[in-house]
């Protein structure tokens, strides 16, 4: 597939929910330019044992969402995505372990992670925010993400993504 042919034209969406009952859950969803799904994943629910909470500190949550769920979902998908985009801050840690260009999405009003690390750009009226140690991929973001901008808003797949989760988790829950 060349960067060309309109399959290899994808957005990656990835996200990570957080249920008290189940823990941690993550979906990836991978849309071409129109907004339509190429394909779906999610993982069952994960959840931390103490000593994980105590021996991680507080590189567990950049570890478990970003290395371990994000990482496992995003290698798992067989579209290669031009970009992924994410709504959380330590999913965005699993470009870490990918060559995929990675965005965080910033809904207004929403302050910078840690200015130290991250840079903020604008796209359209949409802020964005990468790894400032991957800031060359600023212009193949841009680039890659404004042609999927007419027909898809940076924030809903998320809401897609979340929904299928709960019903994922529904067959996990034991009925009331």
């Known amino acids: 597939m060349t960067a060309s ?3 290899s034209q994808t957005l990656g969406f990835v996200t990570v929910t957080e249920s008290v009952e189940l823990g941690l ?5 991978v849309l071409n330019t129109v907004g339509r799904p190429i394909e779906f994943h999610c993982t069952s629910p994960v959840k931390p044992n103490r000593a994980q909470e105590i021996l991680y500190g507080p590189t ?8 371990q769920i994000a990482g496992t979902l995003v290698g798992k998908g067989k579209s290669q ?4 985009v994410t709504d959380n801050e330590f999913v965005a840690a699993v470009r870490m372990q990918s060559e995929i260009p990675t965005a965080l999405v910033l809904p207004a009003g929403t302050e910078l992670p840690n200015p130290a690390l991250w840079m903020s ?3 359209r009226d949409i802020r964005l925010a990468i790894w400032k140690q991957f800031s060359e991929e ?4 841009h680039e890659h993400v404004e042609k999927h901008l007419e027909h898809v808003d940076l924030l809903e797949p998320f809401t897609r993504i979340r929904e299928a989760l709960e019903e994922a988790q529904k067959v996990v829950r034991p009925a009331a």
């Open 60 to 67: 567990l949550r950049p570890f478990l969402l970003g290395e």
């Open 81 to 84: 995505p031009l970009c992924l």
């Open 138 to 141: 600023e212009q193949s973001i």
């Open 5 to 7: 042919d309109p399959k």
């Open 25 to 29: 859950c993550g979906g990836y969803l």
């Open 121 to 123: 750009f604008h796209l």
